[in-house]
C-alpha cells in the first residue's frame, strides 16, 4: 500500500516539473520551420512538397503563404494548388469546396478555365476507384450523380472558354459522360427487363432514346423497348421500336444475336 502511494506521488510529482519546466521554457516547442520565410520561399517549398506527393505538407505551406500574404498573385496561386493537392490526394469534397472558394472569389481570374477543368475532372474521377477497378464493375451501374456534376463543370468550361487549352479534353469526356448516364438507364431498363418489370424496362430505356439522341448505348436501349413491347404483347410498338432500330443501327449485334453478345467494357477510355 505504501508503495503504490510513494509511485503516485512520484508521479504526481514528475508532471508537476515537466509542466513547470515547460512553462519556464527550458522543455523545448514545437519550432514552425517556415517562420520568417518569404512568399517566394514558402511557394517553391510547397510546390517541392506536392512534386514529391507530400500533399499534407504542400497544403500546410499553401495555406500559411495565403494566410501571411493575402494579398498578392502567390496567394491566388496558393488557392488553386490547395485544391489540386486535395484532388490528388483523392480529398473529394476539401478539393470541390477550394475550387467553388476560388471560382467565387476571382471569377475574372485569367486561369479561372482551369479551375472549372480541374472541378469537372474532380466529379469526373470520383466515378472510378481500386474496388471497381479489381471488381470490372460499370461505371454506369453506379448513381449518376457524379457524372451529372462533371457533365455540367465540363459544359460550363466549353461555353464559357471556348479556346481554352482545356475545353478539348472536356468536350471528349463530356462525350464519355453522356454515353454514361445513357447506359445507366439502360442498365435500369435491363435490371426490369430481366425481373419482368416489362413497363418500367420499356419506359426507362425511352428515356434513354429521348435525352442521349447520340449515344451508342441508345442501340441497346432500342432493344430492350423491342423485347418488352414484344413481352407485353403490343405488337405495333414493337415492331416501331425494331423498324427504328434497324434504320439508325442496320447492322446491331443486337437483332444478329438475339440481344446476346459479348461486349468490349465501353468505358476502357481513360
Excluded at 521554457?25 to 514558402?42: F, H, K, M, N, Y
Excluded at 477543368?117 to 474496388?131: Q, V
Excluded at 407485353?232 to 425494331?242: A, F, H, K, T, V
Amino acid at each position: 500500500m505504501q508503495k503504490r502511494s510513494l509511485k503516485s506521488a512520484v508521479r504526481v510529482l514528475a508532471l508537476g516539473l515537466a509542466l513547470g519546466l515547460s512553462g519556464c521554457g527550458i522543455l523545448p516547442e514545437q519550432v514552425d520551420e517556415t517562420r520568417g520565410w518569404s512568399a517566394s520561399r514558402l511557394y517553391s517549398e510547397a510546390r517541392d512538397e506536392l512534386s514529391a506527393g507530400n500533399y499534407d505538407k504542400a497544403i500546410s505551406h499553401f495555406e500559411k503563404l495565403e494566410a501571411r500574404y493575402p494579398f498578392g498573385t502567390y496567394a491566388q496561386q496558393a488557392q488553386m494548388e490547395i485544391a489540386y493537392a486535395h484532388y490528388r490526394q483523392g480529398e473529394q469534397p476539401e478539393a470541390l469546396a477550394a475550387v467553388d472558394r476560388f471560382i467565387k472569389l476571382h471569377p475574372n481570374h485569367p486561369n479561372v478555365d482551369y479551375m472549372y477543368y480541374l472541378r469537372g475532372l474532380i466529379n469526373f474521377n470520383d466515378r472510378a476507384s481500386l474496388f471497381d477497378f479489381i471488381s470490372r464493375q460499370d461505371p454506369s451501374e453506379r448513381d449518376p450523380k457524379s457524372a451529372q456534376d462533371a457533365f455540367e463543370s465540363f459544359k460550363q468550361l466549353a461555353e464559357r472558354f471556348p479556346s481554352s487549352t482545356y475545353t478539348p479534353d472536356a468536350i471528349a469526356r463530356m462525350k464519355y459522360l453522356v454515353n454514361a448516364l445513357a447506359q445507366h438507364h439502360v442498365h435500369v431498363a435491363n435490371y426490369y427487363y430481366r425481373r419482368g418489370a416489362y413497363v418500367a424496362a420499356a419506359n426507362r430505356a425511352q428515356l434513354a432514346v429521348t435525352e442521349y439522341r447520340d449515344a451508342p448505348a441508345i442501340e441497346e436501349a432500342l432493344f430492350i423497348m423491342m423485347k418488352s413491347y414484344e413481352a407485353m404483347g403490343m405488337p405495333q410498338l414493337r415492331n416501331d421500336s425494331e423498324r427504328i432500330l434497324r434504320a439508325t443501327f442496320p447492322n446491331s449485334e443486337f437483332l444478329a444475336a438475339g440481344g446476346r453478345r459479348e461486349k468490349t467494357p465501353w468505358w476502357k477510355v481513360w
